[in-house]
């Protein structure tokens, strides 16, 4: 998709320090940490927002939470970590391709 930073680190145009990739998603270090570690994950099916998924799409979603689920150790997660959806403006959604934080490496504070 033009001008998607998230598309152009998919394409190597933009540099990133990836983790992890397959066929359907990407991981990548976020440019400016919000925790000790910060990662996104992204799947490489460009769209917005949760609303524009369809069934292809949910199933892929599902599919991306069980990887995560599976690479956390590998990612340094052993101890937990936070997912994090932003969607749309009150939440401050700034790349409008979807993705999840992935927050961890310390103690998360809640309140
Ligand atoms: P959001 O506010 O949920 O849309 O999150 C977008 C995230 O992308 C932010 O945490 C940014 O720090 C991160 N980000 C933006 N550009 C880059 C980049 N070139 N490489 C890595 N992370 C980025
Ligand atoms: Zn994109």
Redesign the pocket.
């Given at each position: 998709m033009e001008n998607c930073?998230f598309c152009k680190?998919m394409a190597g145009e933009?540099p990133?320090t990836k983790v992890y990739e397959d066929e359907e998603i990407v991981i990548?270090?976020?440019?400016?940490p919000k925790a000790k570690i910060h990662l996104?994950c992204v799947p490489r099916d460009h769209f917005a927002l949760l609303s524009e998924a369809d069934d292809a799409r949910a199933a892929l979603l599902g599919r991306t939470l069980k990887k995560i689920g599976a690479l956390a150790p590998s990612l340094g997660l052993s101890d937990g970590y936070r997912l994090v959806v932003?969607q749309g403006e009150n939440a401050?959604?700034?790349?409008h391709h979807l993705?999840i934080?992935i927050l961890g490496g310390q103690s998360l504070p809640w309140e």
């Open positions: 930073v680190i933009i990133s990548f270090k976020d440019i400016e996104l932003n401050g959604q700034t790349v993705h934080h």
